[in-house]
């Protein structure tokens, strides 16, 4: 009997939020996915078991470069960060796309800036998405869900539930160490920490030593109810993050910069930078990093 029919799809495997092979966030991108069903979308994510795996299509909307779909290893998500940076990665690198162009993805079209870092380096940024900021959530029922003490959460910050087209809950700790000691509890995944289905829990402190004219964070984020237990670079949660600083008076409401360092738990330093640009219509957040290629491989499908 002859073999059945294969269908082959190659991808790329990228880390992203970082300069430094095998740090930052690893991502897969399919750059011709026309063909795989939902379904078959959803077992490759699965079966690599990365944060999230990314199929790109011809577009919808003739002002994007391409059209991106995030899985994680669990669902489609409207909207991610990390995969919207190393996307933006792939697709300029194979349409010679620079400047400014626009991916589409389940939220909308994602404006993408590209330039350079100080040393060269190719950096990429997201403009994010309109933001949603929704009920706040007990600081004891945080703290109990993270293995924490209340005392390790910022008394002027109550945790609040933000999105950018995927929704996340924001606790304000008081330290980096307590950003240390927050444990990814089964109970994340189990228990509503609100009225809508979020898709983590982003714990964060300023970075020390403080002062009053460095912004930077230090953070963590833990996403078992996706499959992720802690992701190393979350870049959906940093235009909330700004958001939500904002709303409660942590950052000036004037053009800023500043970074947010995560993954160093889990020996994956990332590495997110922020620009705030204040203008007539309110503040435009947006979120860049740099990418490295790492990998590429084929993924074999039966036959159709």
Same mark, same amino acid.
């Given at each position: ?29 399919f750059p011709f996915a026309r063909g795989p069903s939902d379904v078959e979308m959803q077992?490759?994510?699965? !079966? ?55 991916? !589409? ?35 004891? @029922? ?13 008394? !002027? ?13 924001? /606790? @304000? ?5 307590? /950003? ?28 020390? %030593? ?6 930077d964070v230090y953070a963590r984020m833990f996403a078992p109810q996706t499959g992720i ?18 709303? @409660?008076?942590?950052? %000036? ?19 997110? @930078? ?25 993924? /074999?499908?039966?036959?159709a």
């Amino acid at each position: 009997m002859a073999p059945e029919s294969e269908r082959r799809y190659d991808y790329q495997l990228l880390d992203v939020f970082t300069k430094t092979r095998f740090e930052g966030n690893p991502l897969a991108v399919f750059p011709f996915a026309r063909g795989p069903s939902d379904v078959e979308m959803q077992c490759i994510a699965g !079966e690599l078991n990365l944060s999230e795996t990314v199929f790109l299509l011809e577009p919808v909307d003739a002002r994007a470069a391409a059209k991106a779909r995030i899985f994680t290893p669990r669902r489609e998500l409207d909207f991610a960060g990390h995969p919207t940076i190393g996307t933006a990665f792939v697709v300029s690198n194979l349409k010679a796309q620079r400047g400014r162009f626009a991916l !589409e993805e389940n939220v909308g079209l994602v404006p993408i800036d590209t330039d350079t870092d100080a040393d060269g380096y190719p950096m990429f940024w997201l403009t994010t998405p309109p933001l949603k900021f929704f009920e706040t959530v007990d600081p004891v @029922h945080c703290a109990k869900l993270l293995g924490l003490s209340v005392d390790d959460i910022t008394p !002027e910050c109550q945790p609040q539930l933000v999105s950018a087209g995927s929704p996340m809950l924001f /606790v @304000h700790l008081v330290s980096m160490e307590a /950003v240390d000691r927050a444990a990814a509890r089964p109970e994340l995944a189990s228990q509503p920490v609100g009225s809508i289905d979020s898709v983590g829990t982003y714990v964060f402190a300023r970075k020390e %030593p403080q002062s009053s004219t460095s912004f930077d964070v230090y953070a963590r984020m833990f996403a078992p109810q996706t499959g992720i237990a802690e992701d190393p670079a979350t870049g959906g949660a940093i235009g909330p993050l700004a958001g939500y600083l904002l709303a @409660h008076g942590k950052l %000036p409401r004037k053009p800023l910069a500043f970074t947010s360092e995560q993954g160093v738990k889990m020996g994956r330093r990332s590495l997110l @930078h922020v620009r705030i640009d204040a203008g007539t219509g309110g503040e435009t957040i947006k979120v860049g990093g740099c990418v490295v290629a790492i990998a590429h491989g084929t993924f /074999v499908l039966n036959g159709a």
